[in-house]
């Protein structure tokens, strides 16, 4: 047997040779795995260094890695092995004592190799890790497969070692993890900022009357559904009327802003008549308009401030993208001014948190709280269940809709693929408003908000819902409407992570006569969904005045949606919902999930072919669609066409087009600052982190070399593209922080990363900026890396062509 890479840390034993690129690594030189179409090797029995060998294959290109045990033969080298393998590697384990091949990318193996390892332990210290391991993994299936930690033991039993010392150790460590995840829940609704606080059973009362009068800062906690509107909002505004005082109304959405106006005799933010806005007493206002001067003008000149749904009214602030209709910064920045200035401010939310009530005390100092306890939740029954399996008949989702009458959503993509599979298709196969509402259904989200129907639904929803068999929402139906039409008995939610658990609950809660509401996750994605970490705040990267509340949010969104199901189940618990979970098995699960897969896929080869085939618009017509909040999904098929056009300088769009585009989009405002492309509406402050991020690519990467469409590329070594790997990963915060989602650097890859893993990652990052790159020579170890076409004609674009919405 020959020696591999001798002397250095991955060094191991040759057992057979092959042309193929998979390998087995065995877990002992003593044993015998007989294989033709694997390269079969062995680790040495004085080295504890699998992780290594296994770098080594995977730099060299093997896709296909086994390893290979004899839990009877060699158990304590066998422990090591799997230990390691999930630690940092997680690949396919066969063992040769029992001819079972274990894949850790399934479920139920992942269990029964857990367990195995357990089983192959002396206990102790390593024993109780993985232990610790095995309850992370089985609570995820609370709610979705089984209903607490016992129902967890017994379904996964089977699948467990037999030893009643070791399932009684697995069901300890699961109630810890479940009273870990229940303290969190606990934890953030709790009130911990300094306040005077008056607690009280309703708005409806005296002390609330009294501090309404007499407090200069109000915060106010109360439930969907106890009346802030009708206790406290109105009641002010004519409290204020009487005393020849002003009042600001501000919310998150032009319906709420709309809905005050006609209810309170105040003049909209949106009047053309300044004369008008300027006699008023009462004006309603869209949080993103607060920046104007003639707005700020009337809000420091006004005596009260009511701020609607107060926390989210932040969190759309600060957790925005810049653009023209948000400019973040300024808005943010007015928005403080207003709230630090004006002589009373009252805010009201059902989820107000410890975040948002830190940011007004900041601003006011004294800030009285007013917690109102009464419960509108008791009563009210609560399922969770699978969301691919609700979805999984067409035909059985029709009549599911039209029985259960109102589908929400808190993703617009889930909406529009779920419209289409209903059947409401306009000609080109996309989700189409106009054949729903033709059946008698009412779809409803931002981007047709402006339409006929969908704005009378929104300005006066308890009249014109009784027009309607069934209603399709988005979020822009999520906070501050009161819906007390009988219209609904049950309500549904589709959920997709974009709400956290306590936004679900309001959004659902819209529909006041609803006794149940069924809210479906996504189980398959739930149990394989990455832990994460919270973001910290690091002074040297999150210099941006919105940076600390935008962490704060986005480390609640985070925390409480992976799981969501079960994060979701202990806040409906917590909140004083009656709560059952609807079980399903993994394997329904799975199919489910595969299936609606395959609707998403076809919506998406309808929207590609869509925008192909879209007729030619011009600019004047993409900025009329863009400005009336009445379009419809070929009409964005149709701007998206155009935009393609524009970009890349094109005269026919192809399928290659469509699909370079999305992919660049998603990175376009760090290409802009990597090319100097002048951008309408960019955020050019010194709080850029673009600009930060181009500047380090530029020096880490082509080392000054300017890149553009006269010299469009560059040759680069293998070990300066890894060397420029590692200071992204040195980095990973900026990294993050800046780029989109699907191009942050994952929590594996680290500068001990193999080669391979760190230049897919290098690929992927250059295939979103447009960069091309070719082979690496045998001889000099180099690339060349160049800029794709599309991406040479969109560095050539001037200001004026770039005022496109992508």
């Known amino acids: 047997m020959n020696v591999i890479a001798q002397s250095q840390a991955s060094e191991h034993t040759l057992v057979r040779s092959t042309e193929s690129c998979s390998v087995a690594i065995l877990n002992g030189e003593s044993l015998s795995f007989d294989h033709d179409k694997y390269r079969v090797v062995a680790v040495r029995n004085d080295k504890n260094n699998l992780a290594e060998v296994i770098r080594y294959y995977r730099d060299a290109g093997f ?61 102790g210290m390593r024993g109780d890790e993985i232990i610790d391991w095995l309850a992370k993994k089985l609570v995820r299936t609370i709610p979705l497969i089984c209903s607490d930690a016992k129902s967890c033991l017994r379904t996964y039993r089977f699948y467990l070692h037999k030893d009643n010392n070791f399932l009684s150790k697995v069901l300890d460590c699961l109630e810890l993890q479940l009273h870990h995840y229940h303290s969190s829940v606990q934890d953030f609704m709790k009130l911990r900022t300094p306040t005077k606080t008056i607690r009280t059973s309703t708005l409806d009362c005296p002390e609330v ?48 802003v709309e809905q005050y106006c006609i209810q309170n005799h105040a003049v909209s933010y949106t009047t ?84 948002s009530l830190g940011f007004l005390k900041d601003l006011r100092g004294d800030v009285t709280l007013i917690q109102c306890d009464k419960n509108p939740y008791l009563g009210i029954e609560a399922v969770i269940t699978d969301k691919n ?41 996309l989700d189409s408003e106009t054949a729903a509402l033709n059946d008698g259904v009412l779809v409803i989200h931002g981007e047709n908000k402006g339409m006929d129907a969908q704005r009378a639904f929104l300005a006066n929803p308890n009249e014109e819902i009784s027009k309607y ?52 996750v996504d189980a398959h994605q739930d149990f394989f969904c990455r832990p994460t970490r919270a973001r910290v705040y690091n002074a040297n990267i999150h210099s941006a005045p919105t940076d600390h509340l935008e962490i704060a949010f986005g480390n609640v969104k985070s925390q409480f949606t992976a799981p969501l199901g079960l994060h979701l189940w202990l806040t409906l618990k917590e909140l004083g919902f009656h709560v059952d979970p609807l079980p399903s098995s993994v394997y329904s699960q799975s199919c489910g999930s595969k299936t609606n897969k395959q609707y998403l ?37 149709a701007i998206s066409k155009h935009t393609i056009k524009s970009y890349y300088h094109l005269t026919e769009v192809t399928k290659e087009d469509v699909e370079f585009h999305f992919l660049f989009s998603k990175n376009r405002k760090l290409f802009d600052k990597l090319f100097s492309v002048p951008a309408p509406n960019e955020d050019n402050s010194k709080y850029s982190t673009y600009r930060r991020l181009a500047n380090l690519i530029n020096e880490g990467l082509f080392n000054g070399h300017q890149l553009n469409s006269q010299s469009p ?94």
């Open 469 to 520: 068999k069934a209603i399709i929402a988005s979020p822009c139906l999520g906070s501050g409407f009161s819906i007390v039409k009988n219209f609904a008995n049950r309500v549904v939610v589709f959920c997709d992570k974009t709400l956290n658990p306590f936004e679900l609950v309001n959004f659902a809660r819209r529909f006041r006569k609803a006794k149940e509401i069924c809210f479906t």
């Open 63 to 123: 896709n296909n890695i086994k390893l290979i045990i004899d839990s009877k033969k060699l158990p304590a080298q066998a422990v090591d092995f799997m230990m390691i393998n999930y630690r940092d590697a997680r690949c396919d384990l066969y063992d040769l004592a029992s001819k079972r091949l274990y894949s850790l990318k399934d479920y139920n193996d992942t269990i029964q190799y857990l367990s195995l390892c357990y089983q192959l332990t002396n206990c």
């Open 209 to 256: 009357c009294e501090a309404l009068a007499n407090e200069r800062t109000l915060a106010i906690k109360s439930a969907t559904g106890t009346g802030k509107t009708k206790h406290v909002f109105g009641p002010i505004t004519q409290l204020a009327e009487q005393n020849n005082k002003s009042v600001v109304y501000l919310s998150h959405l032009m319906a709420l």
């Open 272 to 355: 053309q008549n300044l004369t008008q806005l300027e006699q008023s007493k009462a004006m309603g206002l869209v949080v993103n308009s607060v920046w104007k001067a003639h707005i700020q003008a009337y809000c420091h000149n006004a005596d009260t401030l009511i701020i609607d749904e107060f926390e989210k009214v932040i969190s759309t602030v600060v957790c925005s993208e810049h653009s023209l209709q948000m400019p973040k910064q300024r808005v943010f920045h007015c928005l403080s001014e207003i709230i630090r200035s004006i002589p009373q401010v009252i805010v009201g939310d059902a989820d107000l948190s410890d975040i």
């Open 713 to 806: 590329s560059i040759m680069i070594h293998r070990e300066q593209i890894l060397g420029f790997v590692n200071l992204m990963i040195e980095n990973r915060e900026l990294v993050n922080w800046t780029l989109h989602k699907d191009t942050h650097i994952p929590l594996s890859l680290n500068e001990n990363s193999t080669t391979n893993k760190k230049m897919l990652y290098f690929g992927q990052l250059m295939k979103s900026l447009g960069f091309e790159i070719g082979r690496f020579s045998g001889t000099t170890n180099k690339a060349k890396i160049s800029l794709t076409q599309r991406a040479r004609s969109y560095t050539r674009l001037s200001t004026e062509s770039l005022d496109i919405v992508a």
């Open 389 to 429: 399996q609700y979805l999984y008949s067409q035909d059985e989702l029709k009549s599911k809709l039209l029985e259960d009458k109102v589908f929400l959503f808190d993703s617009l993509v889930t909406l529009r693929g779920v419209v289409k599979q209903l059947g409401y298709e306009d000609k080109q196969g």
């Open 601 to 637: 896929k076809a919506y998406r080869e309808a929207l590609v072919n869509a925008i192909m085939q879209s007729v030619d618009l011009t600019q004047h017509d993409v900025k009329r669609l863009m400005m009336a909040d009445k379009r419809t999904a070929s009409d964005n098929a």
